[in-house]
């Protein structure tokens, strides 16, 4: 499995923004796409922003959907998700992940790879 490692997160005013960035430790083309979930503590993981590894297209969640953007940088071996506009409703732990054949780009049991997760704290 490849090896994720987050970063980025932290604290912040609402309207204010932060990037997050997931390291990967190997050619990431084997697995089919990358995806940033979020997960408050007693609720379900949600998926946020997914990007197609060798395309590059790139899919969002409704209520993030002009604010986020993910992006990829195989230069860095990093894929990122630049955050603006943030709302106190975006708190939350946020996860990298990767997936092989990314069947549901927003599902979390189609993800076979995950970071440790990287706190987002949005202050109103």
């Known amino acids: 499995q490849v090896l994720l490692v987050e970063s980025g997160g932290g604290s912040v005013q609402a309207g204010g923004s932060l990037r997050l960035s997931c390291a990967y430790s190997r050619d990431i083309y084997r697995y089919k796409c990358m995806g940033w979930f979020r997960q408050a503590p007693g609720k379900e993981r949600e998926g946020v922003a997914a990007?197609?590894?060798?395309?590059?297209?790139?899919y969002y969640h409704d209520s993030v959907k002009g604010r986020f953007t993910i992006f990829q940088d195989n230069a860095k071996n990093t894929v990122s998700l630049q955050m603006n506009s943030l709302k106190p409703e975006d708190t939350d732990m946020y996860y990298c992940?990767?997936?092989?054949?990314?069947?549901?780009?927003?599902?979390?049991?189609?993800?076979?790879?995950w970071g440790q997760g990287t706190q987002v704290t949005v202050s109103s």
């Open positions: 992940a990767a997936s092989v054949w990314c069947l549901q780009k927003f599902n979390p049991s189609e993800y076979n790879s």
């Open positions: 990007i197609w590894t060798g395309t590059g297209n790139t």
